[in-house]
C-alpha cells in the first residue's frame, strides 16, 4: 500500500487522471444495491493522495487546476459506474437513441463531476499535512454533494451516505443526521487508510488509530440501530387497509398504440383479485392504489373507463392512482401550451375526482426537455417518447381526500430527495407511485426503491409504494420493508400500514443541521490548519 500511496502521489497528468477515473468506479461498487462498504475504504485514500501530490496554482486558477481534475476524475468514474442503468431506458427506442445512450451517460457524469471537482479544489486551497487534512476534504465533498442534490432542480441519486444504509440496522442513523449527515460521515472514516500509507516516523498504533476510529463509528452505528428497532413500538392502523396493484402495464412508452378498454379491463382485474378462498377481495379494502404510468391517456377524456372504475370501487374504497392530469380552463377547454401533468388522482365511488397532486419535481430530459430550442435544431422534441412533457405543480404535496389520512404524495422520483418532500408534521403516511419500467433488467428499481425507503426512516413515517414493474413496497416507519412485490411479477399486495412514529424523529426537528454543523466545524478547523506547517502524515 505504500507503494500505491507513492506511485498516486507522484503522479500527474493523464496517468493521474486515469488513476482517479478507476478509482471512483472502484468506489460506486459501494451504491445500493450492491453496498460494498470495503469498495470505499479502497477508493477514497487515492483521493487524498492525489490532493497531496496535487501542484498548487496561483489566483482563480486553482479552482480549475490539478486539484478541480482529481474531484473531476473521480466523480466521472463514480458517476458512470454508479449510473450505469441509465442507460437501459434508451433500448427502449432504439436506433438514435441507442447511438445517443453512452454519450448521455457518460456527459451525466460529467456534469455531475463538476461539483466533486469544484469540492476537490476547494479542499486543496485548505490542505494541511497533518491527518486533519481527511476531514478537510470530508467537508468539501460533503458540501459538494448537497449542492448536487439541490442546484439545478438537482439530482441526488446515489450520495456516499447510501453506502452506509446497508440493512434496517445502519438505515436508523438517518433519522437522526439525514442522507447528507451520512453523506459526511461515510466519505471521513473511508478516508481513513489515507492516514496508515505512506508509513513514516509515526508508530503504528499512531497510524491505525483513525482507521480504528473509523470502525469503531460503524459499530456503534449498528449497535444504535439494534437499539432504535428494539426499543420502537409500532402500531397497525385501524382505519386503513391498503391494496397495491402491480399491473405490469408497458404501453406508457407509446400513447398511440394504448388500448384504454384493455388497460381499464386489466387494472378491474387485478383489483377484484382474491388470493384466497376466503379473501372477500375489494370489500374489505379501504384504498386501492394504481402506481404511476397506468394510463397512457388522460383519463379525464375516457368517461366510459371512470364509470366503470366507480361500478368497481365499493362503498367504502377509494381509489388512488397515478395518472395524467389535463388542464382545463375556466371555460373547460384545455389550457393552450400546459401539456399536462403527472398526477396523483382520488377517485371515489361516485366516478368523482375528490383530490389531486400534480407532480413538482420534474426529471430533466425525461419530463421536461431544458434547452428545448437547442434540441429542435437535431429533431428531438422529448428525449423520452410517448409525451410532450409535463408541466410542474404547485408543490404541494399533502393530500387529504375524504375519509382518509392526511399523507405526503411523491411521484416517482420526487421520493429521492432527502429533507425536500413535504412537511412530515401533518402527514400519517408517504404514498409514491412509480414506473421503473424503463430500467427493467438493470440495478434501476432496486436502486430507486431503496431511496425511497430513506425517507420513511427519515421522516418516521410508513411508506406506500406503488410501481408499474415493480418493486412495489410497503415499508415501516423504521424503514423495514414489511411486503413486496418483486420486479417483473403482476400481482396485488395487501397491506395494513402502521401508525406513524410518535413524535416524529430528530431529523424532523432538526433538518440538515447536524450536516451544516458538521461542515462548518470542519471548514473552520481546516482554516486553522491550514496555516500551520505543511506535514503529510
Same mark, same amino acid.
Given at each position: 500500500?505504500?507503494?500505491?500511496?507513492?506511485?498516486?502521489?507522484?503522479?500527474?497528468?493523464?496517468?493521474?487522471?486515469?488513476?482517479?477515473?478507476?478509482?471512483?468506479?472502484?468506489?460506486?461498487?459501494?451504491?445500493?444495491?450492491?453496498?460494498?462498504? $470495503?469498495?470505499?475504504?479502497?477508493?477514497?485514500?487515492?483521493?487524498?493522495?492525489?490532493?497531496?501530490?496535487?501542484?498548487?496554482?496561483?489566483?482563480?486558477?486553482?479552482?480549475?487546476?490539478?486539484?478541480?481534475?482529481?474531484?473531476?476524475?473521480?466523480?466521472?468514474?463514480?458517476?458512470?459506474?454508479?449510473?450505469?442503468?441509465?442507460?437501459?431506458?434508451?433500448?427502449?427506442?432504439?436506433?438514435?437513441?441507442?447511438?445517443?445512450?453512452?454519450?448521455?451517460?457518460?456527459?451525466?457524469?460529467?456534469?455531475?463531476?463538476?461539483?466533486?471537482?469544484?469540492?476537490?479544489?476547494?479542499?486543496?486551497?485548505?490542505?494541511?499535512?497533518?491527518?486533519?487534512?481527511?476531514?478537510?476534504?470530508?467537508?468539501?465533498?460533503?458540501?459538494?454533494?448537497?449542492?448536487?442534490?439541490?442546484?439545478?432542480?438537482?439530482?441526488?441519486?446515489?450520495?456516499?451516505?447510501?453506502?452506509?444504509?446497508?440493512? /434496517?440496522?445502519?438505515?436508523?442513523?438517518?433519522?437522526?443526521?439525514?442522507?447528507?449527515?451520512?453523506?459526511?460521515?461515510?466519505?471521513?472514516?473511508?478516508?481513513? $487508510?489515507?492516514?496508515?500509507?505512506?508509513? !513514516?516516523?509515526?508508530?503504528?498504533?499512531?497510524?491505525?488509530?483513525?482507521?480504528?476510529?473509523?470502525?469503531?463509528?460503524?459499530?456503534?452505528?449498528?449497535?444504535? &440501530?439494534?437499539?432504535?428497532?428494539?426499543?420502537?413500538?409500532?402500531?397497525?392502523?385501524?382505519?386503513?387497509?391498503?391494496?397495491?396493484?402491480?399491473?405490469?402495464?408497458?404501453?406508457?412508452?407509446?400513447?398511440?398504440?394504448?388500448?384504454?378498454?384493455? #388497460?381499464?379491463?386489466?387494472?378491474?382485474?387485478?383489483?377484484?383479485?382474491?388470493?384466497?378462498?376466503?379473501?372477500?377481495?375489494?370489500?374489505?379494502?379501504?384504498?386501492?392504489?394504481? $402506481?404511476?404510468?397506468?394510463?397512457?391517456?388522460?383519463?379525464?377524456?375516457?368517461? /366510459?373507463?371512470?364509470?366503470?372504475?366507480?361500478?368497481?370501487?365499493?362503498?367504502?374504497?377509494?381509489?388512488?392512482?397515478?395518472?395524467?392530469?389535463?388542464?382545463?380552463?375556466? /371555460?373547460?377547454?384545455?389550457?393552450? !401550451?400546459?401539456?399536462?401533468?403527472?398526477?396523483?388522482?382520488?377517485?371515489?365511488?361516485?366516478?368523482?375526482?375528490?383530490?389531486?397532486?400534480?407532480?413538482?419535481?420534474?426529471?430533466?430530459?425525461?419530463?421536461?426537455?431544458?434547452?428545448?430550442?437547442?434540441?429542435?435544431?437535431?429533431?428531438?422534441?422529448?428525449?423520452?417518447?410517448?409525451?410532450?412533457?409535463?408541466?410542474? &405543480?404547485?408543490?404541494?404535496?399533502?393530500?387529504?381526500?375524504?375519509?382518509?389520512?392526511?399523507?405526503?404524495?411523491?411521484?416517482?422520483?420526487?421520493?429521492?430527495? $432527502?429533507?425536500?418532500?413535504?412537511?412530515?408534521?401533518?402527514?400519517?403516511? #408517504?404514498?409514491?407511485?412509480?414506473? !421503473?419500467?424503463?430500467?427493467?433488467?438493470?440495478?434501476?428499481?432496486?436502486?430507486?426503491?431503496?431511496?425511497?425507503?430513506?425517507?420513511?426512516?427519515?421522516?418516521?413515517?410508513?411508506?406506500?409504494?406503488?410501481?408499474?414493474?415493480?418493486?412495489?413496497?410497503?415499508?415501516?416507519?423504521?424503514?423495514?420493508?414489511?411486503?413486496?412485490?418483486?420486479?417483473?411479477?403482476?400481482?396485488?399486495?395487501?397491506?395494513?400500514?402502521?401508525?406513524?412514529?410518535? &413524535?416524529?424523529?430528530?431529523?424532523?426537528?432538526?433538518? /440538515?443541521?447536524?450536516?451544516?454543523?458538521?461542515?462548518?466545524? &470542519?471548514?473552520?478547523?481546516?482554516?486553522?490548519?491550514?496555516?500551520?506547517?505543511?506535514?503529510?502524515?
Amino acid at each position: 500500500m505504500t507503494w500505491l500511496a507513492e506511485t498516486v502521489m507522484l503522479s500527474h497528468g493523464w496517468r493521474r487522471f486515469l488513476i482517479l477515473v478507476a478509482a471512483g468506479a472502484v468506489a460506486a461498487a459501494s451504491v445500493p444495491p450492491f453496498f460494498l462498504l $470495503p469498495a470505499l475504504f479502497l477508493a477514497l485514500p487515492v483521493w487524498v493522495w492525489a490532493l497531496d501530490g496535487a501542484e498548487h496554482r496561483r489566483g482563480w486558477r486553482r479552482l480549475v487546476g490539478p486539484a478541480f481534475a482529481i474531484g473531476f476524475a473521480f466523480g466521472l468514474g463514480y458517476f458512470t459506474v454508479a449510473l450505469h442503468w441509465l442507460g437501459a431506458a434508451f433500448f427502449e427506442e432504439g436506433g438514435l437513441y441507442l447511438l445517443l445512450m453512452p454519450f448521455a451517460i457518460v456527459g451525466l457524469a460529467a456534469i455531475l463531476s463538476v461539483f466533486w471537482g469544484l469540492g476537490s479544489a476547494l479542499a486543496h486551497m485548505l490542505w494541511s499535512g497533518g491527518a486533519f487534512r481527511i476531514v478537510t476534504l470530508a467537508s468539501f465533498l460533503a458540501l459538494a454533494e448537497w449542492g448536487r442534490g439541490h442546484l439545478f432542480t438537482g439530482f441526488p441519486f446515489d450520495l456516499l451516505g447510501y453506502a452506509l444504509t446497508a440493512n /434496517d440496522e445502519m438505515l436508523q442513523l438517518a433519522s437522526v443526521i439525514g442522507s447528507y449527515g451520512l453523506t459526511f460521515l461515510a466519505a471521513l472514516i473511508a478516508m481513513t $487508510p489515507a492516514l496508515i500509507w505512506p508509513a !513514516d516516523q509515526r508508530g503504528l498504533v499512531r497510524r491505525l488509530l483513525p482507521f480504528f476510529l473509523a470502525v469503531a463509528v460503524i459499530a456503534g452505528q449498528v449497535a444504535y &440501530g439494534n437499539w432504535r428497532l428494539t426499543t420502537t413500538t409500532l402500531t397497525a392502523r385501524t382505519d386503513m387497509k391498503v391494496r397495491m396493484v402491480q399491473p405490469m402495464i408497458l404501453e406508457h412508452a407509446d400513447w398511440a398504440v394504448a388500448n384504454p378498454d384493455t #388497460i381499464i379491463n386489466q387494472l378491474i382485474s387485478l383489483s377484484e383479485s382474491r388470493l384466497t378462498p376466503s379473501d372477500p377481495g375489494l370489500s374489505a379494502i379501504t384504498h386501492l392504489v394504481w $402506481p404511476e404510468s397506468v394510463f397512457p391517456f388522460f383519463l379525464t377524456n375516457y368517461p /366510459d373507463g371512470i364509470a366503470r372504475i366507480a361500478r368497481m370501487l365499493p362503498d367504502t374504497t377509494l381509489l388512488l392512482t397515478g395518472a395524467p392530469r389535463e388542464p382545463l380552463g375556466d /371555460d373547460g377547454l384545455p389550457i393552450p !401550451d400546459n401539456p399536462g401533468y403527472n398526477s396523483i388522482l382520488a377517485i371515489d365511488t361516485n366516478g368523482e375526482v375528490v383530490a389531486s397532486y400534480d407532480k413538482s419535481h420534474l426529471v430533466p430530459f425525461g419530463e421536461y426537455l431544458p434547452f428545448q430550442s437547442f434540441w429542435r435544431l437535431f429533431g428531438i422534441n422529448q428525449f423520452v417518447p410517448g409525451t410532450n412533457g409535463w408541466a410542474a &405543480g404547485d408543490g404541494r404535496r399533502l393530500m387529504a381526500p375524504p375519509g382518509t389520512p392526511p399523507f405526503l404524495a411523491l411521484v416517482c422520483y420526487e421520493a429521492v430527495f $432527502p429533507g425536500d418532500i413535504g412537511d412530515p408534521a401533518e402527514a400519517q403516511f #408517504i404514498l409514491n407511485v412509480t414506473n !421503473d419500467a424503463w430500467f427493467m433488467g438493470s440495478i434501476g428499481p432496486a436502486q430507486h426503491a431503496h431511496h425511497a425507503r430513506m425517507r420513511a426512516v427519515e421522516t418516521g413515517l410508513p411508506m406506500l409504494r406503488a410501481a408499474n414493474t415493480g418493486v412495489t413496497l410497503s415499508v415501516d416507519p423504521l424503514g423495514r420493508v414489511v411486503a413486496q412485490l418483486a420486479e417483473g411479477q403482476v400481482g396485488v399486495l395487501d397491506v395494513v400500514p402502521a401508525e406513524p412514529i410518535a &413524535g416524529g424523529t430528530l431529523f424532523n426537528r432538526l433538518g /440538515d443541521l447536524p450536516f451544516w454543523i458538521a461542515v462548518g466545524l &470542519g471548514i473552520l478547523g481546516s482554516l486553522i490548519a491550514a496555516r500551520r506547517p505543511r506535514r503529510i502524515a
